[in-house]
């Protein structure tokens, strides 16, 4: 965006008597003749998303129960109880495969 250098208002393109492009203010009569291309890049940082379910650590201490995983069919999965919805709502079921090659997760409820 471009301002005005003399009310710092932002510059509007428009057109001369000829036709050819110009900045103008909407507000005074400042005009500017656009002789080149303007590009401006601004490569954004992404934002690093939380683990909602405290990584790797929250893992450690959890029991297995006999539900298979429905990626790769292992029968037996960890699993953890999250409230994540209002008190009046039934608890989440957070499932993990036991096999460390697979560990696919998923959730229930």
């Not at 471009?2 to 103008?24: K, Q």
Request: proline letters at 7%.
């Amino acid at each position: 965006m471009l301002f005005c250098p003399t009310c710092a208002n932002i510059l509007l393109i428009g057109h001369d008597d000829s036709g050819r492009n110009e900045w103008v203010c909407p507000t005074c009569p400042y005009h500017f003749p656009i002789t080149k291309q303007i590009t401006k890049r601004t490569q954004l940082r992404r934002k690093e998303v939380d683990d909602v379910m405290g990584g790797e650590d929250s893992w450690k201490n959890v029991d297995s129960t006999d539900t298979p995983c429905p990626k790769c069919e292992n029968p037996r999965a960890f699993f953890m109880q999250l409230q994540i919805r209002s008190a009046d709502e039934p608890m989440t079921t957070f499932y993990r495969c036991t096999d460390a090659k697979c560990a696919n997760q998923w959730k229930e409820g």
